[in-house]
T-cell receptor, first 114, second 113 residues
């Protein structure tokens, strides 16, 4: 069983479109995250939810909107896609948001905006 | 504020040689440090983590790292490289609040036969 899964794995779309990426974890964890990995492989936190409550919201354009319907799911909706949104988006989860916790990453969603 | 610096964006070693990937951190509070590995087109996998217990931490696949407070370092080593070790390696520090990971720039490890 996949611990942290993301769909879709690849996403190719036109500028201006709206798209969503879904994430699910079956580890029973309370906390989930979204990270963005740019073309230079630099990873940066975007959002974090603990038991459906937003706890981290980094400086991210408001075109990005996370939504957590329950603690096992954290989806990312992106409005009006721009070329600069092209990246790999990783979902992760941890038992809780204590600083020493291990985060488990999904396989990533490779987004290409044309 | 916390940060991580990985020295060397690319390291190349021969199979069987020592692997040394360097990581220095900056933190105003006792740090929690992690090494993750990313194989091509895959997600990140935890290699090991330092959580203020033993300063020498052993991880998976024969890797280990030593926390040195005086040098603010957490370098990753493996005595003998294997071809399967070729990947991108990330050092990270856990932020004081919220548990978010702050990553270094990554080091690509190549292993030559």
């Amino acid at each position: 069983d996949t611990a942290v899964s993301q769909t879709p794995k690849y996403l190719v779309t036109q500028m201006g479109n709206d798209k969503s990426i879904k994430c699910e974890q079956n580890l029973g964890h309370d906390t989930m995250y979204w990270y963005k990995q740019d073309s230079k492989k630099f990873l940066k936190i975007m959002f974090s939810y603990n038991n459906k409550e937003l706890i981290i919201n980094e400086t991210v354009p408001n075109r990005f909107s996370p939504k957590s319907p329950d603690k096992a799911h954290l989806n990312l909706h992106i409005n009006s896609l721009e070329l600069g949104d092209s990246a790999v988006y990783f979902c992760a989860s941890s038992q809780d948001h204590r600083v020493w916790g291990t985060q488990y990453f999904g396989p990533g969603t490779r987004l290409l905006v044309l | 504020a916390q940060s991580v610096t990985q020295l060397g964006s690319h390291v190349s070693v021969s199979e069987g040689a020592l692997v040394l990937l360097r990581c220095n951190y900056s933190s105003s509070v006792p740090p929690y440090l992690f090494w993750y590995v990313q194989y091509p087109n895959q997600g990140l996998q935890l290699l090991l983590k330092y959580t203020s217990a033993a300063t020498l931490v052993k991880g998976i696949n024969g890797f280990e790292a030593e926390f040195k407070k005086s040098e603010t370092s957490f370098h990753l080593t493996k005595p003998s490289a294997h071809m399967s070790d070729a990947a991108e390696y990330f050092c990270a520090v856990s932020a004081a609040q919220g548990g978010k990971l702050i990553f270094g720039q990554g080091t690509e490890l190549s292993v030559k036969p």
